[in-house]
């Protein structure tokens, strides 16, 4: 794939969570202290588009269609899923950020979503690092 | 009909709508699914490994922030701003304390992506559109610690 391509999905993946309010702080902080369930509605409607587009495409035998199929994987289940997980939902919670919309507010000249994403870029540096011994030692807990 | 498509904010349903789309058409036009924070590692890994300069995922992040630009620009342009709506009202507006804060969450967004294998794209949209189980339980655990930090940090209780 061309980096122009997917340099041009970048910028309608951008346009798009700018739109729809995903990078405003207050609609992520509305919808975590449950006042306000925009973005939950537009996750909600999202995975149920996905679902039928991912479902018939991984369902095809032969054609066009199976040739998209063969990248439809799921994520397997690794030992640090949940520690993982947990501490991505508190960063989520105190940037009213994730990855991709962190990206997008820096666009719309949001500057404290830079100190976001050199933060970002640290923790997935860090997780280079030491993430491995993590998983090792968080795999020989769970066994 | 510009003022709706550039200036307010979309509708869930037709927000919803734009991005389970553009995950199908990110399938068929890159042939890969879509995930945003793997795209951090291999611009974490881009400066060892010669390999990882020529990711597809580098100009995928840069796409977005200049899609966030478009998008602000067409609305009419805004001006920079260091402010964060409710955390400076609720927290702090003191620009040193929130560059901590929004640091410290930016480290937390990153290991634990990483070490959750997806973020709110990979596993929040596309894997709970495949029924994987991982993704589903790391969506969940994504939600639960999000309502009990916010509901601490901006109400002082869980």
């Known amino acids: 794939v061309k980096p122009a391509t997917t340099l041009l999905f970048g910028v309608v993946f951008g346009f798009v969570l700018s739109r729809v309010g995903a990078t405003d702080y207050d609609a992520i902080a509305k919808m975590f202290l449950l006042e306000d369930f925009h973005l939950a509605g537009v996750?909600?409607?999202?995975?149920?588009?996905?679902?039928?587009?991912?479902?018939?495409?991984?369902?095809?035998?032969?054609g066009t269609l199976a040739r998209w199929a063969i990248v439809v994987q799921e994520k397997p289940?690794?030992?640090?899923?949940?520690?993982?997980?947990a501490l991505f939902g508190a960063g989520w919670a105190i940037t009213g950020t994730c990855p991709g919309t962190g990206l997008a507010q820096i666009g719309e000249g949001k500057?404290?979503?830079?100190?976001?994403?050199?933060?970002?870029?640290?923790?997935?540096?860090?997780?280079l690092r030491w993430g491995p011994r993590v998983e090792r030692a968080l795999g020989r807990i769970s066994r | 009909m510009w003022t709706a498509v550039f200036v307010e904010r979309w509708p869930f349903w037709a927000g919803g709508i734009a991005i389970g789309v553009f995950v199908l058409a990110f399938l068929i036009g890159?042939?890969?699914?879509?995930?945003?924070?793997t795209g951090f590692a291999d611009a974490c890994a881009a400066p060892f490994e010669?390999?990882?300069?020529?990711?597809?995922?580098?100009?995928?992040?840069?796409g977005i922030i200049a899609g966030g630009f478009v998008a602000s620009l067409l609305?009419?342009?805004?001006?920079?701003?260091t402010r964060m709506g409710l955390f400076d009202a609720r927290v702090t507006g003191d620009f040193a304390l929130k560059a901590?804060?929004?640091?410290?969450?930016?480290?937390?967004?990153?290991?634990?992506s990483r070490l959750a294998n997806g973020c709110t794209s990979g596993h929040g949209i596309v894997g709970t559109a495949?029924?994987?189980?991982?993704?589903?339980?790391?969506?969940?655990?994504?939600?639960?610690?999000?309502?009990?930090?916010?509901h601490l940090l901006l109400r002082g209780s869980p």
């Open chain 1, 43 to 62: 996750m909600a409607v999202a995975v149920v588009v996905a679902a039928i587009g991912l479902g018939i495409i991984r369902r095809a035998r032969g």
């Open chain 1, 77 to 85: 289940m690794k030992p640090g899923l949940v520690l993982g997980a």
């Open chain 1, 111 to 127: 500057v404290i979503a830079l100190f976001t994403v050199c933060g970002m870029l640290l923790g997935t540096a860090a997780y």
């Open chain 2, 30 to 37: 890159t042939r890969n699914l879509l995930g945003v924070s």
């Open chain 2, 50 to 62: 010669p390999k990882m300069r020529r990711s597809w995922r580098l100009p995928f992040l840069i």
């Open chain 2, 75 to 81: 609305a009419g342009g805004s001006a920079p701003t």
């Open chain 2, 100 to 112: 901590l804060a929004f640091t410290t969450g930016g480290v937390l967004l990153g290991f634990g």
């Open chain 2, 130 to 150: 495949l029924f994987a189980k991982s993704s589903w339980i790391a969506m969940s655990v994504f939600f639960a610690t999000g309502i009990v930090v916010t």
